[in-house]
């Protein structure tokens, strides 16, 4: 018996030894990796994600779905996520994430890059990229003139039947977010009850949206900004829709961020802290500019399209870290037969 535990021990040492002489290369892989959930899609940001492990020489595993489902899956996770970095399409899945606690605070000389509006007053989070709420109306038989100053305008009955929306898009819900911030619950659920009235057009996402638009199935959608010129250098100036940014300041013209996250239980913080700095370097803001047409908000890079300035915009103002409550939200588009 004595003789067998001996055994036992020696196979155990034995097997410590070899894991111990392996720990090195786990360790360096451990180094040299990061895990990522990213909100964005794979077509927007999947290039820009490969050329930071060329540059880097950080290799990159990534988790793709929708922001408010990653965002589910971190709380549902805890302590327990193999993920470092959540890359969010918008601030709502951010704050949810922050407010559980999960998100570490990062650096001040990151958070600095940019305005502090794009970023969490606690430093849980950092904006990277801009996009504008617009409304996309067709051309040929709408002009500025023909819309509304604010949103409440298209509860009027003659938009009966001409508006095109994407209710479970993550953009959408967290203007209406905005809207419970700015105006209240009761008048948010005004709101929606008068667009439900005039009978609009649901669509899955901004793409079709605006698509829809275009081929004169709907008159305007509510979308973000940088839909639009995916269609303009795909198919040129005939395409017959463009953007109207609403004047009146309310969260019509929403300024949203696409922003990331470092998780508390990061096993490779240096390598995440790394990918944020990519994220708001220059390379990556051109990026953004050039490729998905957002508005850069770090290393002072222009916009590559004809936008008008950030500053110009009469964007609400709204503490982007108050836009958490999505599931309010949620529960509210569903009390008015938005949402399922």
């Not at 040492?13 to 002489?21: D, E, K, P, R, V």
Request: net charge negative; with cysteine; proline share 6%.
């Amino acid at each position: 018996m004595v003789a067998k535990s001996f055994k036992l021990l020696i196979i155990m040492l034995t097997l410590s030894f070899i894991l111990s002489a392996c720990g090195g290369f786990t360790a360096e892989k451990d180094a040299d990796s990061i895990v990522i959930y990213s909100g964005r899609s794979e077509s927007l940001v999947g290039p820009l994600i490969e050329q930071f492990s060329a540059d880097t020489g950080i290799q990159v595993d990534i988790r793709y779905g929708d922001t408010a489902e990653l965002a589910a899956t971190l709380l549902e996770e805890g302590e327990n996520s193999p993920a470092d970095i959540f890359f969010a399409q918008e601030p709502g899945g951010l704050g949810v994430v922050a407010e559980a606690g999960l998100l570490a605070e990062l650096p001040e000389d990151l958070i600095s890059l940019v305005d502090s509006r794009f970023a969490a007053p606690n430093r849980t989070w950092v904006g990277v990229s801009g996009r504008a709420r617009v409304i996309a109306y067709n051309m040929e038989v709408l002009s500025p003139e023909d819309l509304p100053e604010d949103l409440w305008g298209f509860t009027d009955p003659k938009w009966k039947g001409k508006i095109g929306l994407p209710p479970t898009n993550a953009s959408f819900q967290t203007m209406v977010t905005a809207m419970r911030q700015q105006w209240g619950e009761e008048d948010t659920r005004l709101w929606l009850e008068g667009i439900m009235a005039n009978e609009p057009l649901f669509y899955e996402k901004n793409t079709p949206t605006v698509a829809a638009v275009g081929a004169g199935e709907v008159e305007v959608g509510f979308v973000n900004h940088y839909y639009l010129y995916r269609f303009l250098a795909e198919e040129g100036e005939s395409f017959p829709a463009r953007n109207y940014f609403l004047p009146a300041g309310d969260p019509g013209s929403l300024v949203l961020v696409s922003g990331t996250g470092l998780l508390n239980t990061s096993q490779n913080q240096e390598g995440s802290l790394t990918f944020i700095e990519y994220l708001l370097s220059e390379k990556a803001q051109t990026y953004f500019s050039d490729k998905t047409f957002e508005y850069p908000l770090a290393a002072e890079v222009s916009p590559s399209v004809d936008l008008p300035p950030l500053a110009s915009l009469n964007a609400v103002e709204i503490n982007l870290a108050d836009l958490a409550d999505l599931q309010g939200t949620v529960q509210l588009m569903q009390e008015v037969g938005m949402l399922p």
